[in-house]
Structure formats: C-alpha cells, structure tokens
C-alpha cells in the first residue's frame, strides 16, 4: 500500500530544503548534537547525538540513523565528468525501464533556488522525493544532488512513513545542516 499524496506533500518540504537553505540552522544546534567534518570529501553535517554515525563505508562518506532504526541520512559522494549537470545525476539515480524509480516532485520545482546553492556551498543542484515498498514496509526517500565543478555530493534521507511524525523533522534539520567546505 502506497501512502497517500497528503503523506506525500509533507515529505516534499523536507526534500525541497534539505541542505540548501538554512533558516535559523545554527539556533537548531544544540548540545545534544554532533558534527562531523569529512575533509577528504569536504563537507560537513550536524545530527543528534543520540544517532550512530557510520563513515566512509560501502561507497558511502557518512550515513548518520535513527537509534529505532526508522530513519536515516546518508551522503554518498562521486566525480562529474565534463558537463554533467546534478539533474542529469539524479536522472541517473532513478533508473531507466520498468525499475526506474517516479520522482514525484514536478521537473520544474526540481532545482534548488540561488540562495539555496549557496547557503549550502555549491552551484548546482537537482531534488527528487519518492516512494516505496520494502517488504511490508513503506518508505519515504528524499535525494538532494548538489554539484560544484567535478565533484558531486548525493544526499539520501530515508524514513519508514510510520516514524514521519517521530522523525521527519529530524532528518530535515540532518539535511539543512549540509555543507560543503
């Protein structure tokens, strides 16, 4: 069973500012949080301190989970090569043929504003939200692709739809706190 586009549309904010635009991100820091730099990859992320922090492993820089196991962030970086656009990766992402997963953010919103690029330090960016079925259980997936000269950030946030109101905000304010150094 799918959820319904309500549950949808209360997704999509969270997909829309994940990493780009950081309203009040700094107030949202509190002692009860962590931030980890990865220098190699350059980039830098805040979650709660109560999440497990997993770096640099099976083709992932970090992936930061829920403790109940609901709910995840994960940052996955790649190489660009010659004109590759973030959306062109994300289109990648999605699959081709019967597998291809739906984006179910309409094309043209799929580009993060100016002041969302740079706020979180990049100059490209393509978002994608989708559904989806993992045994009996539904989730929710946001991926936010963000692109500054041959590098390429990916950033996947997951949540079961069961645990959106225990950890939907969560994992936004995760996904605000993105930023490339």
């Not at 997909?15 to 780009?20: E, K, P, R, T, W």
């Not at 949080?33 to 970090?62: C, I, M, N, V």
């Not at 929710?140 to 939907?168: C, E, F, M, P, S």
Request: with cysteine; charged share 25%; proline share 2%.
């Amino acid at each position: 069973r799918f959820f319904s586009m309500r549950t949808l549309w209360c997704l999509v904010p969270v997909i829309l500012f994940s990493g780009a635009y950081r309203v009040q991100a700094e107030e949202a820091k509190t002692s009860a949080s962590r931030t980890y730099k990865h220098r190699q990859a350059k980039f830098s992320l805040t979650y709660p301190a109560d999440w497990t922090e997993k770096a640099d492993a099976d083709g992932f820089a970090l992936s930061v989970n829920a403790s109940d196991g609901k709910a995840s962030v994960q940052i996955r970086t790649d190489s660009v090569k010659g004109k590759t656009t973030a959306c062109d990766l994300l289109l990648q992402l999605e699959g081709a043929g019967a597998d291809a997963k739906k984006n179910v953010i309409p094309e043209d919103k799929r580009r993060p504003r100016a002041e969302e690029l740079a706020a979180a330090g990049v100059r490209d960016g393509c978002i994608g939200a989708y559904r989806s079925m993992q045994g009996e259980t539904e989730m929710l997936q946001g991926v936010a692709v963000y692109v500054n000269g041959r590098k390429a950030w990916i950033l996947l946030q997951n949540l079961q739809a069961t645990a959106r109101d225990a950890h939907g905000k969560t994992v936004g304010e995760i996904a605000k706190s993105f930023v490339v150094r």
